[in-house]
Nanobody, 126 residues
């Protein structure tokens, strides 16, 4: 099982950019679908972005499409989320997740992922 640890969250102003990272340990993310989710207080966990298991496809939530970019390093041990043009409604705890058995139709479903990090807080002031 892969272990995940997020970092890079913080307080930014609306319109700013921020990159959060997710370091994998125990094994790399090769062969895992890997994703970012977020959860704001009082709301359900929301899909943000994901790589397919092969890494050949990326998926984005409608609210972040065109502003956020998911990427990972060449050895597939670190997952990134570049967030541009941040809005106050982007404020949340951001979690990375990985799953070896995630199929395409379930890529946006948090229940499909077996490994989760502890989360990193992103706060956006208006």
């Amino acid at each position: 099982q892969v272990q995940l640890a997020e970092s890079g969250g913080g307080l930014v102003q609306a319109g700013d950019s921020l990159r959060v990272s997710c370091a994998a340990s125990g094994r790399t993310l090769n062969g895992y679908a890997s994703a970012w989710f977020r959860q704001a207080p009082g709301k359900e966990r929301e899909f943000v972005a994901a790589f397919s298991r092969t890494g050949g496809y990326t998926y984005y939530g409608d609210s972040v499409k065109g502003r956020f970019t998911i990427s990972r390093d060449k050895d597939k041990s670190t997952l990134y989320l570049q967030m541009n043009s941040l809005k106050p409604e982007d404020a949340a705890i951001y979690y990375c997740a990985a799953g070896s058995g995630v199929i395409t139709s379930e890529i946006r479903n948090p229940r499909a992922y077996s490994s989760w990090g502890q989360g990193t807080q992103v706060t956006v002031s208006s």
